[in-house]
Every structure is written in structure tokens, then in C-alpha cells.
């Protein structure tokens, strides 16, 4: 399929929104401005790249609360110093001992609510952020927490997005979430763009937690800190919370099943990294309990086409792409989750499976949900994911979860897509981390009063349908959608650390990416400015698990002519804007001229790459 001496990838555009960056001492970039400054101050002060991440991590859980929180959850693919093996950081706590598909089916669901305790799996987030720091970073747990308590404490600038969020929930938060009403609601009212925030209760937590770092070595304060958190005040909270009925995304009241019990018995891990090959390079994501191999399948189905046939800014290289991840989507539905034998990634890419994926791909845009016998087994999906939605359930009703709909929003036909937050650090000494936290965003359920934080949904991803790999189960990972990715190159050197939010978009906008830098040879920058698209019609990952057949949602600056072009091919197209779509960051390090370097997003004027 390929002949490089006559095909050729488009040309970047002559101009970007903002260069590269380049340096030597270090580079952080992530979905807002404060947390990259954070981190950055942490290597300018010595700190290695766990240092800057941790506290940079912490600092978005405060600042950005609709995308992020304590009670959530997050992955991360990372590299040391001394050893280049991608490892991935595994912070997606699992169902908690009560939460069994027939017990949500005997509270009256038919699926797991989009909002409320109910959807809680154990949180991940925090454990995992100081299971980082223990093991590879360098600084006390009060040093790399000390900036998120002062804004937490002393407050800080809303974005535009945290208000829009609030007001889209504000009805739910008045008549049912009264301790949500209490702390984003100041004086009973919607905060404005720039509004000082506060967050004391989460301040005193953080102080407390803190406090609690004691033991004759760093590693063992971290650990007692992690214990509080599993075992203590933090998990006692928790659990008298949930004992409490409260509104679900469902339209009904429920109790949480979360227990003391749960977290103790719980903690963050590290484990290999699931690893492909495309075009000279290694690609680093998590295992199957998250969607990071889905990836790997899009790029091993790309990896024989011509550069041209590649660049998604054309007609035809747009429609490969989004034929491409149909499938990478199905298969991720169909065989992902945390069962050992649910997908073996050497038969996702086998060669022959490969190919017979491969000829599925037409001229025309297929509408159809077509998973493959993955090491000849038979595929399955749940019955609901076939589908769709149920008769009168809609995106805009599911109050609380991670979609919600923003009136007059331009470009994003009111609904808005983005729940989670990114962050990637390279440090002076050749470490690198990627990032993407989630979870306990502020409409996922109501605050805890005494912590000042919400219990995170992942459990959504799962199925009330028995017997499918991601079938609600005790003790098992939720199939997550946070998936970093890091980049290697043929000496296994790592070049890229990169992700985004945006649920079931984030591995498409990253393939987007990594054609355009790998393929292309566009720089970092050039790649994330570039026009966006993404398939809808894949059941989506969260509530209420519905589909578009055949949907692609496109940014107006892919042009009309190629917008046109996959229309007539039988995509279902809705406009976003010309800015709408993706919100990446990258680090990396240039080998060669032993230079490291950032970028981040343009897009909503929040995300930063700070480094020199």
C-alpha cells in the first residue's frame, strides 16, 4: 500500500498559535495554566518530573473541579531516568465488594447512573498520585500538596467553564445535592468567569493528610499518608456519605454501596505497559481495562497505507481514519476490560486479524458495529450498546455526569464533551510522565462536606449485562477511558509523552496527533493546532452508553470541500467550530540535539506548555 517515492503527507500550516517550546532544564504542559506553572516551579527548584506531576496533579484537582477531583481516578505511562521501560501507573480503583450487576438491576436500573454514589468505583486518584511520589519522586508529601492548599485556602480564578458547569447542574445542586449548593453556589448564586473560588474543606483535608506524614524515612511518611487516606477520616467520611439516598443521574434516589472496607483493601499499582509499533517507533498504553490498546490496533490498521493516504486534513485520509477507529472502537467494546483473557494483545494484532479488519474498509462510511473474533472467539456486546439509548434517556438529562449541555455555547450545539484533565512533564534528567486524572468532578455527586470533594462515576463504563468483559463485577476495574500515551523511538528512547481529555475521543484526537508528528513530520505544536475529528459511532462510555451510526463530528476548519466529501460518503456530520475539538499537550525530548520540549492546546485559552 505504501510507495514513499510518490506519496507525500500534507505540509503543516505555515503558522501556529504559539511556537514549540524548547529548553534544557525542563517543560510541563497540561489542561490549565496554573498546573504547568506548578510544575515547573517544582523543577526549577530542584524536583524531578514525579515531583512537578504530583503537585501539579493536586493543583488541578482545585482548579479545575468540573474535569477533575480527590475522589477520582487516573492512569499514567511513564519512564525513569535510569531505566527507559514505559510503565504504567494504574489509579482506576475497581467496584467496591457490593456493587454487583444484579444488585443495581434489583434497585430498578437497567443501567449504571451517570451521576451519583452508586457510580462510584473505589477512588484511585490520590493513592496513585502518592504512590508516584514514593517511588520515584523526591520531596514530603506537605511540600508537593503545599500549593494546592493555598489555592484551595486563599482561592482561585474560575475558569469560564467551571461556572457554565455549575449552572448547567444548578437546579440539581438547590433541590437535591444541598452540600454542592453550599460550596459552587456562593451567596445562592452562579459564579461568574473569574470569580475567586474556595475550597476550605478540601484545604483542611489536605492539611490533615499532610500532617499525618510521619515515619523514620520519606517512603514510610508517604505511606502513612496513603493509609489515612484508605483507613482513616478520609475513608470513615466516605462511607457514612454513602450511606445516605441521594439523587442519581437515574431521576431516583439511592444509597452507595462504598465502605471503609473497600479502600483499605485497596491500593494504586504499577504494571507493564501494553506496547505497539508504527513506523519506526514504540507506542506505550495501558493493558485492556482501559482503551489504550485501542490505539495501538488504529495505528498497526494504518501502518501499511501511503503517507498521503494518511493525512486526516484530506477527504479520503479523514474517512480512513474515522473508518479506522469504527473499528478499533468495536473491538474495545466488544472484548476490553479487567478480565485476563478478555482481549490478548498479540491477537488484536496479529497480522491476519489485521488484514481481515482491514478489508472491511470501503469507500462508504459504515454505520454498523462490527467487533472481530479476536484469537477466533466470538465477539459480544452488550445488548444495550447495540441499542443506544433508551426511549426518552438523552445526553442532556444526565445531569451530573461528565456530559452536560451549556446553552449558547458557540460551536458546541450546546452539549459539551470533556471531563477530564491532561498533564505531561519531562525533566532535565531525562524522566517523563503522562498524565490524564478524572473523575470526582463536581456534578458527579455531592459534595462530602467535612472533605470538600465528590465520589468519582467510572462505574458508568460498565454493563448491568451479565457475562461480558466489562460487566459490573466486585474487585474489577471499570473499563476506563484514560489513556496517556508515551512514545519511544527505535532505540527505545523515550520522544513523547501526550494525551488528552475527552472520554471516548481521547485516543482518536491522539492518533490525530501522532499521524501528523510521525508521519508528517509536523511539529508538536503544528499537530495539536491542527483540525480535529472524531467517530460518535461507537455506544458511548458514558451514561447513557448511546451511539450516533456513522457520526463524525468535524471542526469547520477541515474546510467544506472535505467536509462535503465525507458526507457524500455516508458520514453523519455535525459542525463543531473552527476551535472546538481536543484539548492535548505533549512533552518530549529531541535526542539528537539533546534538547527538551512543550506544547499544549490553544483551544478555550486554558491549556499552557511552560519549560525553559
Not at 455506544?539 to 470541500?561: H, N, T
Given at each position: 500500500m505504501r510507495?514513499?517515492a510518490?506519496?507525500?503527507?500534507?505540509?503543516?500550516?505555515?503558522?501556529t498559535?504559539?511556537?514549540?517550546?524548547e529548553?534544557?532544564?525542563?517543560?510541563a504542559?497540561s489542561?490549565?495554566w496554573?498546573?504547568?506553572a506548578?510544575?515547573?516551579?517544582v523543577l526549577?527548584?530542584?524536583?524531578?518530573?514525579?515531583?512537578a506531576?504530583?503537585?501539579?496533579?493536586f493543583v488541578l484537582?482545585?482548579?479545575?473541579p468540573h474535569?477533575?477531583?480527590?475522589?477520582?481516578?487516573l492512569?499514567a505511562?511513564?519512564?525513569?531516568a535510569d531505566?527507559?521501560?514505559?510503565?504504567?501507573?494504574d489509579?482506576?480503583?475497581?467496584?467496591?465488594?457490593?456493587?454487583?450487576a444484579a444488585?443495581?438491576?434489583?434497585?430498578?436500573?437497567?443501567?449504571?447512573?451517570?451521576?451519583?454514589?452508586?457510580?462510584?468505583?473505589?477512588?484511585?486518584?490520590?493513592?496513585?498520585?502518592?504512590l508516584?511520589?514514593?517511588?520515584h519522586?523526591?520531596?514530603?508529601?506537605?511540600d508537593?500538596?503545599?500549593?494546592?492548599v493555598?489555592?484551595?485556602?486563599?482561592?482561585?480564578p474560575?475558569?469560564?467553564?467551571?461556572?457554565?458547569t455549575?449552572?448547567?447542574?444548578?437546579?440539581l445542586?438547590?433541590?437535591?445535592w444541598?452540600?454542592?449548593?453550599?460550596?459552587w453556589?456562593?451567596?445562592?448564586?452562579l459564579p461568574g468567569?473569574?470569580e475567586?473560588?474556595?475550597?476550605p474543606a478540601?484545604?483542611?483535608?489536605?492539611?490533615r493528610?499532610?500532617?499525618?506524614?510521619?515515619?523514620p524515612?520519606?517512603?514510610?511518611?508517604?505511606?502513612?499518608v496513603?493509609?489515612?487516606?484508605?483507613e482513616?477520616f478520609?475513608?470513615?467520611?466516605v462511607?457514612?456519605?454513602?450511606?445516605?439516598p441521594h439523587?442519581?443521574?437515574?431521576?431516583?434516589d439511592?444509597a452507595?454501596?462504598?465502605?471503609?472496607?473497600?479502600?483499605?483493601?485497596w491500593r494504586?499499582?504499577v504494571?507493564?505497559?501494553f506496547?505497539?509499533?508504527f513506523?519506526?517507533?514504540r507506542?506505550a498504553?495501558?493493558?485492556?481495562?482501559?482503551?489504550g490498546?485501542?490505539?495501538?490496533?488504529?495505528?498497526a490498521?494504518l501502518?501499511?497505507y501511503?503517507d498521503?493516504a494518511?493525512?486526516?486534513?484530506?477527504?479520503?485520509?479523514?474517512?480512513?481514519v474515522?473508518?479506522v477507529?469504527?473499528?478499533a472502537?468495536?473491538?474495545r467494546?466488544?472484548?476490553?476490560g479487567?478480565v485476563p483473557?478478555a482481549?490478548?494483545?498479540?491477537?488484536?494484532l496479529d497480522?491476519?486479524y489485521?488484514d481481515?479488519r482491514?478489508?472491511?474498509i470501503t469507500?462508504?462510511a459504515?454505520?454498523d458495529?462490527?467487533?472481530?473474533?479476536?484469537g477466533?472467539?466470538e465477539p459480544?456486546?452488550?445488548?444495550?450498546?447495540?441499542a443506544?439509548?433508551?426511549?426518552?434517556?438523552?445526553?442532556?438529562?444526565?445531569?451530573?455526569?461528565?456530559?452536560?449541555?451549556?446553552?449558547?455555547?458557540?460551536?458546541?450545539?450546546?452539549?459539551?464533551r470533556?471531563?477530564t484533565?491532561?498533564l505531561?512533564?519531562?525533566d532535565?534528567?531525562g524522566a517523563?510522565?503522562?498524565?490524564?486524572?478524572?473523575?470526582?468532578?463536581l456534578?458527579?455527586?455531592p459534595?462530602?462536606p467535612?472533605l470538600?470533594?465528590?465520589?468519582?462515576t467510572?462505574?458508568?463504563?460498565?454493563?448491568?449485562?451479565?457475562g461480558?468483559p466489562?460487566?459490573?463485577t466486585?474487585?474489577?476495574?471499570?473499563?476506563?477511558?484514560?489513556?496517556?500515551?508515551?512514545?519511544?523511538?527505535?532505540e527505545g528512547r523515550?520522544?513523547t509523552?501526550?494525551g488528552?481529555?475527552g472520554?471516548?475521543?481521547?485516543?482518536q484526537?491522539?492518533?490525530?496527533?501522532?499521524l501528523?508528528?510521525?508521519?508528517?513530520?509536523?511539529?508538536?505544536q503544528?499537530?495539536?493546532?491542527?483540525?480535529?475529528l472524531?467517530?460518535t459511532?461507537?455506544?458511548?462510555s458514558?451514561?447513557?452508553?448511546d451511539?450516533e451510526p456513522?457520526?463524525a463530528?468535524?471542526?469547520?476548519r477541515?474546510?467544506?470541500?472535505?467536509?462535503?466529501?465525507?458526507?457524500?460518503r455516508?458520514h453523519r456530520?455535525?459542525r463543531?467550530g473552527?476551535?472546538a475539538?481536543?484539548?492535548?499537550s505533549?512533552?518530549?525530548?529531541?535526542?539528537?540535539?539533546?534538547?527538551?520540549w512543550?506544547?499544549?492546546?490553544p483551544r478555550?485559552m486554558?491549556?499552557y506548555?511552560?519549560?525553559?
Amino acid at each position: 500500500m505504501r510507495d514513499d517515492a510518490v506519496m507525500s503527507f500534507g505540509r503543516p500550516p505555515a503558522f501556529t498559535t504559539r511556537p514549540t517550546l524548547e529548553g534544557t532544564v525542563g517543560m510541563a504542559a497540561s489542561t490549565h495554566w496554573a498546573a504547568s506553572a506548578t510544575a515547573m516551579a517544582v523543577l526549577e527548584r530542584g524536583g524531578n518530573a514525579f515531583d512537578a506531576a504530583v503537585a501539579a496533579g493536586f493543583v488541578l484537582q482545585v482548579v479545575e473541579p468540573h474535569l477533575n477531583g480527590p475522589g477520582g481516578d487516573l492512569t499514567a505511562v511513564f519512564t525513569t531516568a535510569d531505566d527507559p521501560t514505559p510503565r504504567v501507573l494504574d489509579g482506576q480503583g475497581p467496584a467496591p465488594a457490593a456493587a454487583s450487576a444484579a444488585r443495581y438491576r434489583d434497585e430498578g436500573l437497567d443501567r449504571v447512573p451517570g451521576a451519583g454514589a452508586l457510580a462510584a468505583a473505589i477512588p484511585g486518584a490520590t493513592d496513585a498520585w502518592l504512590l508516584l511520589l514514593r517511588d520515584h519522586g523526591t520531596w514530603e508529601v506537605g511540600d508537593v500538596v503545599g500549593p494546592a492548599v493555598c489555592y484551595a485556602r486563599d482561592g482561585f480564578p474560575a475558569v469560564a467553564r467551571v461556572g457554565s458547569t455549575i449552572g448547567a447542574v444548578a437546579d440539581l445542586f438547590r433541590e437535591h445535592w444541598p452540600s454542592s449548593a453550599a460550596l459552587w453556589l456562593p451567596g445562592g448564586r452562579l459564579p461568574g468567569p473569574g470569580e475567586v473560588l474556595r475550597n476550605p474543606a478540601w484545604a483542611d483535608t489536605l492539611g490533615r493528610l499532610a500532617d499525618a506524614a510521619r515515619g523514620p524515612t520519606r517512603e514510610a511518611r508517604v505511606d502513612a499518608v496513603r493509609t489515612v487516606w484508605a483507613e482513616g477520616f478520609v475513608a470513615e467520611a466516605v462511607e457514612a456519605f454513602c450511606r445516605k439516598p441521594h439523587r442519581h443521574a437515574s431521576g431516583t434516589d439511592h444509597a452507595g454501596v462504598l465502605t471503609v472496607a473497600d479502600s483499605a483493601g485497596w491500593r494504586a499499582s504499577v504494571v507493564d505497559a501494553f506496547v505497539g509499533t508504527f513506523r519506526g517507533h514504540r507506542v506505550a498504553k495501558t493493558p485492556s481495562w482501559g482503551q489504550g490498546p485501542a490505539l495501538l490496533q488504529m495505528l498497526a490498521l494504518l501502518e501499511p497505507y501511503d503517507d498521503a493516504a494518511l493525512d486526516p486534513s484530506t477527504e479520503a485520509g479523514a474517512h480512513l481514519v474515522l473508518e479506522v477507529i469504527k473499528l478499533a472502537q468495536a473491538d474495545r467494546d466488544a472484548w476490553f476490560g479487567d478480565v485476563p483473557d478478555a482481549v490478548v494483545l498479540a491477537d488484536l494484532l496479529d497480522p491476519a486479524y489485521l488484514d481481515a479488519r482491514r478489508s472491511l474498509i470501503t469507500e462508504d462510511a459504515s454505520p454498523d458495529l462490527r467487533p472481530g473474533r479476536v484469537g477466533g472467539r466470538e465477539p459480544r456486546l452488550a445488548e444495550l450498546a447495540v441499542a443506544g439509548a433508551a426511549p426518552g434517556v438523552s445526553a442532556s438529562s444526565a445531569v451530573g455526569e461528565p456530559t452536560v449541555t451549556l446553552e449558547g455555547e458557540p460551536g458546541t450545539d450546546g452539549e459539551v464533551r470533556g471531563d477530564t484533565c491532561h498533564l505531561d512533564v519531562v525533566d532535565r534528567w531525562g524522566a517523563v510522565v503522562s498524565v490524564t486524572p478524572s473523575g470526582g468532578w463536581l456534578q458527579s455527586s455531592p459534595v462530602i462536606p467535612e472533605l470538600g470533594f465528590a465520589l468519582g462515576t467510572r462505574l458508568q463504563m460498565t454493563w448491568l449485562e451479565e457475562g461480558l468483559p466489562s460487566t459490573l463485577t466486585p474487585g474489577r476495574r471499570p473499563r476506563t477511558t484514560l489513556t496517556p500515551t508515551l512514545v519511544l523511538d527505535d532505540e527505545g528512547r523515550p520522544v513523547t509523552a501526550v494525551g488528552s481529555p475527552g472520554g471516548d475521543q481521547q485516543d482518536q484526537w491522539q492518533l490525530l496527533y501522532l499521524l501528523r508528528t510521525l508521519v508528517g513530520g509536523w511539529s508538536p505544536q503544528a499537530a495539536i493546532d491542527a483540525p480535529a475529528l472524531h467517530s460518535t459511532s461507537a455506544p458511548g462510555s458514558f451514561w447513557p452508553r448511546d451511539r450516533e451510526p456513522g457520526g463524525a463530528v468535524v471542526e469547520d476548519r477541515l474546510g467544506d470541500a472535505v467536509i462535503a466529501g465525507l458526507a457524500r460518503r455516508g458520514h453523519r456530520i455535525s459542525r463543531a467550530g473552527d476551535w472546538a475539538l481536543g484539548r492535548l499537550s505533549a512533552v518530549g525530548i529531541d535526542h539528537a540535539r539533546g534538547v527538551l520540549w512543550g506544547a499544549a492546546n490553544p483551544r478555550g485559552m486554558q491549556g499552557y506548555a511552560v519549560g525553559r
